[in-house]
């Protein structure tokens, strides 16, 4: 018959590599909270020019997206390339797009 890989008595190798992988998880979620716990103070609170919220929301929010990216969507792992390409094009192409527009409309 064939091992019972899903016990607990697994190779200590992966055991504490799944321990560091989800302390890593763990991190970046407590930091996508307090980014966004961040983000509600600045908008709620007058701590900050208006000039300058637009710019702080966006650079956390782009923090966010990357930390959901490469930490709960796997992407920073081997044998997701496929999937990274498919994103990272995806980026690229709305960035082109967004950047067509803008000279369109206010050239």
Do not use: C
């Amino acid at each position: 018959m064939a091992e019972n890989t899903n016990s607990g008595e697994g190779n200590p190798f992966h055991r504490q590599k799944n321990r560091e992988e989800m302390k890593k998880q763990l991190i970046s979620f407590a930091l996508m909270i307090l980014f966004t716990i961040i983000a509600f103070v600045i908008v709620t609170t007058d701590m900050m020019k208006e000039m300058y919220v637009i710019p702080v929301l966006l650079i956390l929010a782009i923090v966010q997206v990357a930390f959901q990216l490469y930490y709960f969507m796997h992407l920073k792992d081997k044998g997701h390339e496929f999937a990274s390409v498919m994103i990272y094009g995806g980026v690229w192409a709305a960035a082109l797009t967004l950047a067509g527009l803008g000279v369109i409309t206010w050239w």
